[in-house]
């Protein structure tokens, strides 16, 4: 037991207790505690084990810097992996537990690990496992279990994330000195400033700063009166992208004053935030020293040990050595010792520290020129060896000194990440030891501690500045120390707490010539884990360019990139989680379907009716009786989600003409074609038909996943292309539902309820479209045939829909109308020899699909060139034809295999099935298939074989055109 | 070369890992070499690697502008896969796959070659017809494949979404068992470590400033920031920057290059023991032996070489992850970063000969680079060596879409954005 | 990134969708030479600097622009409308 609550102190509400649970024991602490704070005043001191060696670890630091204490929160079924305590705020009935451990945070049998010398050095895994053929299998299951940190939630969870837009003038980040005097500058200057501070509170070090409580205090009153600025806490800056939009996420759960979290309430909140100047207040993080046993918990960094006693009024330990090779640790002694703690001595590796110094550590057992060369004690931390230190150097036996805390501080790095996220390389500045902000975008402007003005005062002038500068000098005294070197046997030196990355890793990695920080850091995994090397990259790099013998900035920085700290997948995703991002489409008929029984699959962006299962039926009885009832009599079938586009200009037809491979010169009004487009390279992209509605006014359909493709095609070719062509062109796909009444009963139908129209084969030939009214709708009606049943597509205003809909509905009843879905339509189309989805997969021409007939010769049109590639117009490339089954009860399915008969079964074989349906018109299983060469093999066998199913079915290749081939249905 | 095992491990451990041995030599460019390789990727250095191995060609300098393995071969997703359709394609990643299986072995390096299998989704009937095809072809090819029907498919990964009621249905999946995962930075290690055994140079810190030619057009050797160097073989394997480099000797190329975000999350314990591949746009998990679920999507679809993308392709990806994955939304992302691909006009990658004597290309690799590594590496030091391609290769030559023997993948046309 | 439609403003990049380089000039519609349609259809500079590309306010007006950007940094140098530039 070390750390204890003070009896006063701290921004804590004592007079409101908060439990929780950590590792099923009850913890109390107070609102306003994190649950590091309420951990470390129980007096627990292992926290957590470490990644490779299951070290017991107890806190380093007191924010998100905090590399050792990641717990899984438990609420009901829900778990949040790899959660800080450090920022996790403390409330009432909170369950925690620790992670990466077995059986117990106490005894970890995974320690193990830790006992057997050197072997699990830097990249020991890439130097064995290798002897079984195959064999990393077997290995990497073991290794899979021992590593990764916090476990995954196994069920669906329904935690539910915001999202919100933000724009504002300024935005600061950070709310430290720095941040709030500029903040407040720059609302006062009439600028509109957000604010963002990823803590709780505002005042970053401020907060545990002695004597800055009364200038805080006030900053903070007046920040938040002023009405130029909003201020977000508990709200990372996570990621700078391009033209200052920052992704901020805004903690929305674990409150004290909110409680456990609500999971019908957001979690959290994605502030996408566009800014025209960005303000980058960041501040600086405290780092330590490497030395042997420097992870044993209770060694932990000066600052947050300040921290823990000045935010949260708890002690970490009750006798203290500060080691240093600064002067901003002895400004933590008053901290100290106002709080009780008795200060072993002061550790410092300079020879002579400044008489300000001096009398700071009045009384206390002074050791410049030492440094602490060995931490003790495995659970808790005993006591540290002392020992002269020079040039880097232990000179001499080390003197032993009992302790339960060793405060360190290795000086200070600026928190840079953000001005590096979009790719600034950062700049080294020699005199502060550390890499600061490099050469930014103009809109970007940094102050405070991130540009090297550590102390308060310092940070608030330069935020004050028209053009903040970084410090030109080092204001806090320091001499370089990163490692104090190991004696032999002393036992490991951590630089990455969190990866359990040691000193000899680093040389390890040296001597291999893993030597640029990019192969140092992916060879030892530095910096790599969750915190991202926060406090060690810096050291890491120091030790490498040592051993290099040469100076840091040679050696190079790793770059920083989003996130800042890691970020929820869900926020990120946040109101899309459904999948919102791709939305549904859905008809005006979906109403009616759904009534019907319909069941409804999803194709592209639509969500279309499938098939109309009646009582017991299946789809496959389903679909054979829709397409049985439609050839016999007459069916409807919901075609709205035809891309529509109306195209308006003189100059139209010439437009048609480019775009389609037929000619479109001659189409007179009231008529419709059917046309196909290629893309540029002379694929086919889409086919449908366009009717000519007026002189200058036409309708184009598209297929239903081709319609955005192909709508922008046409905007491209119009806006970049050939601007001169006097056409505008509108999406209406969904200003139209559409559907097609087909059968040979259709027309007879029709004219029960169509007014204003003849429909009779002179009024309304093949082709042909009429406008008129159905129950006072108006609506258009185009003589279309994809069945080849005589039938209709009959398009009316989205909204009028229904309502046409049932008025057919219900005049179809004395012609036994039907229903049917895209599977019956798909077999029909199929008896006809249309082609479809499968046929147009994007990588056929015209002639495979043996419609060379409409590739004009007369014009030049889009793909016209390039479409007769030699490759292209090969005749052993797979082209359409027919497929029937030697044994008509065969099934044939798509992506079967075509091969010769008696051709060896290898390769990708000579065609393949692209459509395949069982015919209720000629009662039997049929396809449409590509085989080489296919028009000339019509009568041949061959042999269809679907290997991955297990089948081989004989089939004939016919035409394609496999039921009414002279078309007499749909000039009926 | 430091044999690496398990003995030499523990040898090593009692004397304080003092006795390693560097993993590659440092050397100076010489004045000159039977053949230069521009690029010390994956690609580069699996070339060195089999020109000194099936060539006996070992007089062969790797040059590097950065650090050998710290372009894509250090950005990638690390999958491997052999499940492609196309003609060419099918073949190519097929020996691929046969030398992924022996590679750790080969080199003396564990590359953790994890054949953890990899589904990939359907989300509609036409969808699981598509796969048929594609498994079909596969099994041509001889490569184990099956369709997964979606009771199976929800047994093997419990935690994927398979409601009728999921906005993106699933149907079933394509299962490659083979497929998996390789440690990324390993093959560029092993590759180099080996290689440099067998007398390769490998030149890092050397970027190549110019292309020389004769006055008969034929390649001479490179201007370097290290100095001249003289050879009359030069391979070009920079994918990201093709166009860069290609241009120094005027050729220009049917690509644009594009950036692709790859995503990392916290170390976690074992979630997910397969790929798994979305089948209504592009996305694709897996979970590292460190625990990281390790993801990507598509690429941001303008032209960059800036090695970082944008929001709007971040919240897609996480989006399509969490359609598949709804156990996930607690785990937080941990890193995100961009590598720039060679986005060719069909899909498929541009090797073999240039209309520049004595200069070949390995390019245009789009999302497959890393998966081709040891076979292009294979086929690119053939026909560095015999100077005509590797027959495996033939089909991937620049002259393809002139003649229309084009190798669509992801048949979307000649628009790199979309493929 | 954000991109100042000349009809909308500055928008966020989500609302438009790229196509490419703008520099291939199409060949006419009479033109029969394959080399001419490869050369349009397929070959590009794909420069790493300074970059001239269409953009399509698809989320948006849909008027297609064109927009120099830096490839190397994504600066955005100029946006001017497609229709305007190519008559």
Known sequence: ?????????????????????????????????????????????????????????????????????????????????????????????????SQNRWPSLG???????????????????????????????????????????????????????????????????????????????????????????????????????????????????????????????????????????????????????????????????????????????????????????????????????????QRYGVAPGRRAVLFTNNDSAYDQISVLQSAGIEIAAVVDCRPVVSGNCAEKARGLWLRTGHAVTQAIGRHALQGVRIGRISGGVVQGP???????????????????HLSSHRGTRPAYA????????????????????????????????????????????????????WEVPAAKGAGKAFVDFQHDVTASDIRLAHREGFVSVEHMKRYTTLGMAGDQGKTSNLTGLAMMSACLGQDLPQTGTTTFRPPFTPVPIGALAGPDRGGAHTLLRRTPFRALDKAAGAVFVNLGHWQRAWYYPRENEDIEDAYKREARDVRAGVGLCDVSTLGKIALKGPDTAEF?????????????????????????????????????????????????????????????????????????????????????????????????????????????????????????????????????????????????AEHVYKVIWAAGKKFNITRYGVESLGTMRIEKGHVAGGELDGRTTIFDLGLGAMASSKKGYIGSVLQHRPGLRSVDRPTLVGLMPVDPMQRLTGGTLLYSEGAAVLGPGEGRVSSATWSPALNRHIALGLLANGPSRYGETVVAISAVDGTRIDVTVTSPHFFDPEGERQYA | MQRYSAFQLFKQALTGNTGWQRAWRDPAPKPRYDAIIIGGGGHGLATAYYMAKNHGMANVAVL????????????????????????????????SMTLWQGLSRDLNYNCMISHRGQFVLAHSPEQMDIYRHRANVMKGQGIDVELVGLADLSRRIPELDTSPSARFPVYGAIFQPLAGSVRHDAVAWGYARAADARGVDIIQQCEVTGITRAVDGRVTGVETTRGPIKSDRVGIAVAGNTSEVCRLAGLRLPLESHCLTAYVSEPLKPVLDHVVTFGAGLMYVSQSNKGGLVFGGAIEGYNSYAQRGNLPRVQNVVTDLLAMFPNLPRVKLLRSWGGIQDMTMDGSPLMGTTPIPGLFLNG????????????????????????????????FGLNRFETGHILEEYPQGPEPMLH | MRIRCPFCGERGLEEFSPKGDAAPTRPALSNKDPEAWHSFVHLRENPKGQHREYFQHSGGCRAWLIVTRDTRTHNILDVTLARQEKR
């Open chain 2, 64 to 95: 590097e502008k950065g650090w050998l393995g710290g372009g894509n071969t250090g950005r990638n997703t690390t999958l491997i896969r052999s499940n492609y359709i196309t003609p060419g394609n099918t073949e190519f990643f097929d020996h």
């Open chain 1, 656 to 800: 048609l003409n480019r775009v389609y491979t037929n000619g479109w010169k001659t189409l007179r009004v009231g008529y419709v074609r059917y046309g196909l487009m290629l893309r540029e390279d002379g694929i086919v992209m889409d086919d449908g038909t366009t009717a000519r509605l007026g002189p200058d006014e036409y309708l184009m359909t598209t297929t239903s996943g081709g319609a955005g493709k192909v709508m922008t095609h046409l905007e491209y070719l119009l806006d970049t292309q050939w601007p001169d062509l006097r056409v505008h062109v509108t999406s209406v796909t969904d200003q139209w539902g559409g559907v097609s009444l087909a059968g040979p009963k259709s027309r007879e139908l029709l004219q029960c309820i169509v007014t204003g129209s003849a429909l009779d084969g002179t009024a309304l030939p093949h082709m042909a479209l009429t406008h008129a009214e159905i129950a006072d709708t108006p609506v258009r009606i185009y003589r279309l045939s994809f069945s080849g049943e005589l039938a209709y597509e009959i398009f009316v205003p989205a909204g009028y």
């Open chain 1, 398 to 416: 080390a003197g032993y000194e009992a302790c339960d805390i060793c405060l360190v501080s290795g000086g200070w790095t600026p928190t840079i």
């Open chain 2, 364 to 395: 245009g690799w789009c999302y497959q680079g890393f998966k081709a590594t040891p076979a292009a590496g294979w086929c690119f030091a053939h026909t560095l060596a015999t100077g005509t391609p590797h027959p495996l290769i033939e089909c």
């Open chain 1, 107 to 309: 005894f970890d049998l995974m320690s193990l690990n830790d006992w057997v010398p050197g072997i699990f050095s830097a990249g020991f895994y890439y130097k064995t496992f290798m002897s079984l053929p195959g064999g990393w299998m077997f290995y990497e299951r073991i290794i899979r279990r021992a590593a990764g940190m916090g476990q995954a939630g196994r069920l669906p969870d329904p935690a539910r994330y915001d999202r919100a837009h933000l724009y504002c003038d300024v935005l600061v980040v950070g709310g430290g000195p720095a941040g709030l005097t500029a903040a407040l500058k720059a609302a006062d200057d009439g600028r509109d400033v957000v604010l963002v501070e990823q803590d709780m509170a505002l005042g970053g070090q401020a907060q545990s700063e002695p004597n800055a409580a009364p200038w805080l205090r006030d900053m903070i009153a007046r920040i938040m009166a002023h009405t130029g600025i909003t201020v977000l806490t508990r709200c990372t800056a996570a990621g700078d992208y391009d033209d200052r939009t920052l992704m901020l996420l805004e903690r929305l759960s674990y409150t004290p004053d909110k409680g456990l979290p609500d999971l019908d309430a957001p979690q959290a909140r994605l502030w996408i935030t566009r800014a025209d100047q960005v303000i980058l207040a960041t501040g600086a993080m405290e780092r330590s020293i490497v030395f042997a046993g420097n992870d044993a918990p209770g060694v932990m960094l000066a600052s947050a040990a300040a921290g823990y006693i």
């Open chain 1, 1 to 97: 037991m070390s750390g204890f609550r003070l009896p006063s102190g701290g921004q804590i509400d004592r007079s409101r207790p908060m439990r929780m649970t950590f590792d099923g024991q009850e913890v109390t602490g107070f609102a306003g505690d994190t649950v590091a704070s309420a951990l470390m005043a129980s007096g627990r001191r292992v926290l957590a084990r470490s990644f490779k060696y299951h070290r017991p670890r107890g806190l380093v630091g007191v924010g998100v810097d905090e590399p050792n204490a990641l717990f899984e929160v438990v609420n009901g079924a829900t778990v949040d992996p790899n959660t800080r305590a450090t920022t996790l705020e403390l409330c009432d009935g909170l369950t925690v537990r």
């Open chain 1, 430 to 481: 020699r005199d502060l030891q550390a890499f600061l902000p490099g050469d930014m975008d103009p809109a970007y402007r940094a102050c405070g501690a991130v540009l090297g003005h550590w102390r308060r005062q310092e940070a608030i002038n330069n935020a004050l500045e028209m053009a903040p500068t970084p410090a030109q000098s080092c204001s806090i005294d320091h001499m370089p120390l």
